[in-house]
């Protein structure tokens, strides 16, 4: 029934307008509320998922194609991470170091501590801003198709361990967003 109902239809609307928005506009910035409107897709991908196992594969292909799409309008080679050593900068390390780990199976615990503790910075520092760097929201936009899967073995991490760490990151990543 995914679409049918008009709040979800004027919702996949919004979706479209924020992308062609972000996609066009030169600011080294973009607005949170556009940013948590793509990772508002995520949970309910997952919930139709559980809901209709036998439909996995295609919610999944699609998931992932969503999650592609939105990095893609983010990214922009101007605003890469420069050395300045800023919070942004380093969470923007952070994410990608941890995007890393998860590939290779060797999650650094201290290091993802760290990243957390940094987010809880950010989480202070932009209270009462209304954008944030497009940076950071692309790679806000990449913690849900990060290879969380835990059916491999990560050294010393447990599947609830990992399952753990996403909520943490994505809990973390909605209090960044709140405006």
């Known amino acids: 029934k995914f679409g049918v109902e008009p709040e979800t239809c004027q919702e996949l ?4 307008q924020a992308l062609q928005v ?19 897709v995520e949970p309910r991908i997952q919930d139709m998922i559980k809901r209709m196992p036998e439909q996995s594969l295609v919610l999944h292909i ?3 194609k969503l999650f592609t ?3 893609n309008v983010l990214h922009d080679s101007r605003y890469e991470p ?6 942004e900068n380093s969470v923007a390390r952070g994410l990608s170091d941890l995007s890393l780990n998860l590939r290779l199976f060797d999650i650094d615990q201290e290091a993802f501590v760290g990243l957390l503790q ?4 950010l989480i202070h520092q932009w209270q009462d801003q209304s954008s944030i760097p497009r940076l950071v929201a692309q790679h806000f936009v990449e913690v849900p198709i990060m290879d969380w899967s835990t059916q491999w073995y990560h050294r010393g991490n447990s599947k609830e361990q990992i399952e753990e760490m996403k ?3 994505l809990a973390l990543i909605e209090k960044c967003l709140v405006i």
Do not use: Y
């Open 13 to 16: 609307r919004d979706i479209q």
């Open 22 to 40: 972000i996609r066009f506009s030169v600011q080294s910035t973009v607005p949170k509320w556009q940013i948590s409107l793509l990772l508002s």
């Open 62 to 64: 699609l998931r992932a």
């Open 69 to 71: 799409w939105f990095t």
């Open 82 to 87: 420069d050395s300045a050593d800023t919070i």
């Open 118 to 121: 940094t987010m809880n910075i």
């Open 167 to 169: 909520r943490q990151l």
